[in-house]
């Protein structure tokens, strides 16, 4: 089973800029499965969504990890796709124009979902990111195998992560930014050939 890429570069980027700086603002962040003890999925939101019918070759399992934030009302936002994973493609990464159809299929069911609070006191409530993930097969594969290649064990600290990836980037980017315009370059002239 191979682990997601804390690395991926959409889902730093998605996380860091989604407005959702989450681990840093102390937002509660549960992993996959965990928010059964508040929330209860409404029954007829919650859908699975299929295999892409614009893939060409649907022999492949695939997966997609999605994060989510849970608001107060039971609705969902701030998707982000955080991992995915593909039998025939291995090593490339959640942005690889090959996952779109199934991120898309993917991010469309999440954005359905609704919630109820298992408490019902609402004033209690808060926000809270987490994941789904979603696999795609028609091999015969079992489901739990191929959504097994994009789990996320520890959401909080993938989040962690991706954020201090893409802050360092961002660092890197502003000092050269700023070299540039600090030390133009000089572009060497023939004197005469003007």
Known sequence: MAAPRAASLFAAFTLALSGAALASEGMTILNEG????????????????????????????????????LKEDGSTSDF??????????AGKGPTDPHFLPFSQNSLAAVQRWRFQSIAGDRAKLRPVYTAATFGFST????????????????????????????????????????????????????????
């Open 80 to 89: 982000a796709v955080l991992s995915a994973w593909g039998s025939k493609t």
């Open 139 to 194: 091999t015969g594969t079992p489901m739990e195998a191929v959504r097994g290649h994009c789990r996320i064990a520890d959401l909080r600290g993938f989040i962690i992560k991706a954020q201090a990836e893409a802050s360092k980037k961002n660092l890197n980017r502003g000092r050269l930014d700023r070299q540039r315009v600090e030390q133009p370059a000089q572009i060497p002239t023939r004197e005469g050939n003007l």
């Open 34 to 69: 965990d928010i059964g003890s508040i929330w209860r999925p409404v029954a007829d939101t919650i859908a699975l969504p299929g295999y892409p019918k614009v893939v060409a070759d649907q022999s492949e399992d695939v997966c997609i990890g999605v994060g989510y934030l």
